[in-house]
């Protein structure tokens, strides 16, 4: 069974840039997260999505940042412009339902420069 | 907020030791989950908790569920170089607006 899939999985970008990252989630996962991992850091969630809804953003800076998840399946993460504080781990993890384990995709490693 | 409590930093031992590792809360969570690290890589789930007292083994890994539900921790046995990396140990209280919190994570040093 394939894992999370992300991509890009590396991404270097001039601060005021935009930048998109891309998920595909384990086949029959509802339940999609992503997360934002700083160097010596654990995972800090930025979205949750049961389905194609959004039902928790309360950690996602909605200034800049911007996800969607339209059909329910893979999903996008923007960022609008990208600032210097915005370099870090960009991973995405899904699970069959809200209370199920987490499995976590490779990640896209973001330097803004 | 919920904080997960991960220490030491960095742990070194000989190729061949047990090695224990510690995850504490200020909250009681319904679940524990247990990560593993390595660079460039996601975290890889090791072994899900989802009942206090519960001891589940994966391989040479064991994990156990605290009783009062503020706790949980992963032993490792018979150390092998590959179990070189970052141990992660995260908590949910799965409640309709929780979320998964993460320790800061443990860096293990395996000497051949």
């Known amino acids: 069974e394939a894992g999370v899939v992300q991509s890009p999985r590396y991404k270097i970008i001039e601060k005021k840039q935009p930048v998109a990252f891309w998920c595909n989630p384990i086949?029959?996962?509802?339940?999609l997260y992503w997360y934002r991992q700083n160097l010596g850091q654990g995972p800090e969630l930025l979205i949750r999505y049961e389905n194609e809804e959004a039902v928790d953003d309360s950690q996602l800076p909605k200034d800049r940042f911007s996800a969607e998840r339209l059909k329910g399946v893979d999903s996008t993460l923007k960022i609008q412009p990208a600032e210097l504080g915005d370099s870090a781990v960009y991973l995405c993890?899904?699970?069959?339902?809200?209370?199920?384990?987490?499995?976590f995709g490779p990640g896209t490693r973001l330097t803004v420069l | 907020g919920q904080q997960l409590n991960q220490s030491p930093q960095s742990m070194f031992i000989q190729e061949g030791e047990d090695v224990s590792m510690n995850c504490t809360s200020s909250s009681i969570f319904n679940t524990w989950l247990w990560y593993k690290q390595e660079p460039g890589e996601g975290p890889v789930l090791l072994i899900a908790l989802y009942k206090a007292g519960e001891l589940t083994s994966n391989g040479r890994l064991t994990a156990q569920f605290g009783i009062t539900r503020k706790d949980s921790f992963l032993n490792i046995s018979a150390s092998i170089p590959s179990d070189v990396g970052i141990y992660f140990c995260a908590g949910d209280d799965t409640g309709a607006n929780s979320k998964l919190t993460f320790g800061k994570g443990i860096t293990l040093s395996v000497r051949p």
């Open positions: 086949s029959g996962h509802n339940t």
């Open positions: 993890a899904s699970s069959l339902d809200r209370v199920a384990a987490q499995y």
